[in-house]
Nanobody, 124 residues
Framework: VQLQASGGGLVQAGGSLRLSCAAS????????LGWFRQAPGKEREFVAA????????YYGDSVKGRFAISRDIAKNTVYLQMNSLKPEDTAAYYC??????????????????WGQGTLVTVSS
């Protein structure tokens, strides 16, 4: 499985960005696709995840109500729409894929595949 993240950039506080993660695999039916972020000097943080089959979504507390994760099954792509961005959202954002549907979506160690990061910088 290969994951290609894109869409990062520089935005002012209050602005929006949409990240994309293009995924390649034979079948994603049992997968969970997630987004994590890591700011300099901080631990990796769960942002959002979506079950490929059924579309159940999960969010980290710090982004609830501002971010939305979605998927396009035909394009094998997961999106992270980020609204009302804050300077504390500045981080490298990574997409990841978990093969095991029963595992906790919140823990990065449960994910089997990772894409390269895309940098999001929010200026105040």
């Amino acid at each position: 499985v290969q994951l290609q993240a894109s869409g990062g950039g520089l935005v002012q506080a209050g602005g929006s960005l949409r990240l994309s993660c293009a995924a390649s695999a034979r079948s994603f039916s049992s997968y969970t696709l997630g987004w994590f972020r890591q700011a300099p000097g901080k631990e990796r943080e769960f942002v959002a995840a979506i079950r490929w089959s059924g579309g159940t979504v999960y969010y980290g507390d710090s982004v609830k109500g501002r971010f939305a994760i979605s998927r396009d099954i035909a394009k094998n792509t997961v999106y992270l729409q980020m609204n009302s961005l804050k300077p504390e959202d500045t981080a490298a954002y990574y997409c990841a894929a978990d093969r095991v549907i029963a595992s906790s979506v919140y823990r990065g160690v449960n994910y089997d595949y990772w894409g390269q990061g895309t940098l999001v910088t929010v200026s105040s």
